[in-house]
């Protein structure tokens, strides 16, 4: 399973590189806003960073405005998809896209069909998001298993991004169901390696390691 951290924060993708754990990254209008930075600048940085593909969201709502801004996002580095969101307008670009080679990242997923519609114009990636269909009582985990589902009867090679993840759960859930991708904010990353238990052994043991004679 690759795990993709869900930030526009070097620093916390620097932290994950150093653990191994960074195999790529996704970013939103909302990430970026946070870091004060303009978006291109804050791409070139994390390509800058990271060898694996990096997802820049665009911002225009027809699919001219999202085509001239793909071919902008993709010329900073060959490591940039470009996020389009699941639109009937998002459809065209991402169409428009795969026949002029740009990978692209469908987002704002909420129900299968619009993943499987997605992969028919040509996506390199879905992104459903789980945690806001939790958040207003929904199984997001459902759909996304009908969507892993789904492309695999029709053998689309569009890889499925789980996002919007909100806990360790999540993550769990999404291995069981075997999804190619996790985007991870870096608090639930931190989360996913601790423990109580870890931490009361470590001091158990640490405590009788002083019981055992020097020399
Ligand atoms: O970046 C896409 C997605 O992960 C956003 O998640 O937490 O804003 O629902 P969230």
């Not at 269909?133 to 090679?157: C, E, F, S, T, W």
């Amino acid at each position: 399973m690759k795990f993709f951290l869900d930030t526009a924060d070097v620093g916390e993708i620097r932290e994950g590189m150093a653990m191994g754990m960074v195999d790529g990254v996704t970013t939103n209008p909302s990430l970026v806003a946070k870091t004060g930075k303009p978006y291109a600048k804050v791409i070139e940085e994390i390509c800058s960073i990271v060898s694996g593909p990096v997802s820049a969201e665009t911002n225009s709502e027809d699919a001219e405005g999202m085509m001239a801004e793909a071919r902008e996002l993709a010329a900073i580095s060959p490591q940039v998809n470009v996020k389009i969101p699941m639109t009937m307008e998002g459809l065209k670009a991402v169409a428009a896209a795969s026949k002029a080679n740009i990978r692209t990242n469908v987002t704002l997923i909420f129900q299968p069909l619009q993943g499987l519609m997605a992969a028919k114009a040509g996506a390199s990636y879905v992104s459903p998001f789980v945690g806001r269909l939790d958040d207003i009582a929904h199984d997001g985990m459902d759909m996304v298993a009908d969507l892993k589902q789904i492309l695999r009867n029709y053998n689309y090679a569009t890889e499925v991004i789980v996002a919007s993840i909100r806990g360790p759960l999540h993550i769990q859930q999404a291995a069981l169901v075997g999804v190619d991708i996790a985007t991870i904010p870096f608090k639930v990353l931190a989360n996913l390696a601790k423990h109580p238990l870890t931490n009361s052994g470590i001091e158990q043991f640490l405590a009788d390691h002083k019981k055992i004679p020097k020399g």
